[in-house]
């Protein structure tokens, strides 16, 4: 009679414990986890920016701490010009468009500062929960100015000028120096 109860008990606590074991394993299945919100908006603004571009690069003139300007390029004509700010009082990054009109809300921060460099945007962002984290956007360097180039491909038309004209001028010489021993 003893064996049979305490059979009886240790299959309503064997019975007990898998039921919680199955509602514990439900209950996990339910639970989300949070999507890395940060990650999430670098690759929509990545994405965004590189869709149907030939080249996107940093206006480096009218970048600062509080934004960046961002040139994209489609057929080697100026397409779009975007400007990565804070709004919102700064709780908020976004993308807009050059007028000021349409911003793409990226992520919601508690603060931001940004660093533009020829073909780098470093962005320094303390998150709501008080993370610090930096997002580094690789993108295409800035093409030169019309003027450099312009005085880089005379500087090599006049060295160019120069090496033929000096072979030119030796060959005469190599000429008359053979008539002479010949």
Known sequence: MLEACLAVL?????????????????????????????ALSYLQLDRFLK?????????????????????????GKVDKNYLLTTANHRNELVLSGGTGKGNMRLLRIWSASFEAQDGL?????????????????????APKDDEQVKSKEETKNQKNEQKSDDGKNSEP????SKAASG
């Open 51 to 75: 869709k149907g571009s030939d080249r996107v690069y940093v206006d480096l003139k009218n970048s600062d701490e509080d934004k960046v300007r961002i040139v994209k390029e489609a057929k």
């Open 10 to 38: 240790v299959t309503a606590i064997a019975i007990s414990l898998s039921g919680d074991l199955l509602s514990m394993l439900k209950s996990f299945e339910k639970q989300e986890q949070p999507v890395n919100q940060l």
């Open 121 to 141: 945007v470093k962005i320094s962002i303390t998150e709501p929960n008080k993370n610090y984290s930096k997002l580094y956007l690789k993108l295409d360097k």
């Open 173 to 176: 010489a190599k000429d008359a």
